[in-house]
């Protein structure tokens, strides 16, 4: 146990040094900060996950605004994270918690599947980082705003992706992606696919994490 806890210390170290140099497809590291928010939740979410030793993992695209990128765990908002309904999953550790939390309709979705599923899986991003516009319409906030990850920053998240399947001993075959972006970076089969909950996939993302509760 000791050792996967110091591999996650590492783990933690090589993420917070990432730094955007692309002008066109800029990203910001939410965990570039040892002392920040972000970095902190991940650390205790990652060491509450040793403990639980989880045998599936869920993977997603990207942060986004409203959520990952605020709190540093993948499908997470402010809202879920102090949702002790949700403490099952991401465990009891002391939240730093917000006055007003940000909601974002994917992670509320993911949240009361699992819950429904009374499913407890790692969930990690393709992409880590939060890629926003550079450029966005009518002088919004260019960290207010979305993009799709590229396929090199994708390629790129692998390794992470990589390092977590070590730490947590994850079977390729029990690695689940939410979008087809995150299924084609890690060459995963349809089986091994659900369908994002944004854009009207809420319903049968919902059905096949219940699926995967049964499969488990």
Known sequence: MEEKRKKIEAFLN?????????????????YENKDSVQYYNL???LLFMLEVRPNVMVVGEAPGYKGCQRTGIAFVSEDELQNKANNFALGEWNRRIVEKPEQENSA????????????VPLIWNAFPFHPYKPNPANGKNP????RTPSEEELKNGLEYIRDLKDIFEIDDKNIYAVGR???HILGLPNDNYMRHPSYGGASECRNRILELSIEE
């Open 14 to 30: 090589k993420l917070s040094k990432e730094m955007s140099i692309s002008k066109d497809t800029p990203f910001e590291n939410p």
């Open 43 to 45: 650390e205790k979410y």
């Open 108 to 119: 509320k979705c993911i949240w009361s599947s699992f819950r429904e599923a009374k499913l």
């Open 143 to 146: 960290l207010l705003t979305n």
């Open 181 to 183: 972006k995150a299924q």
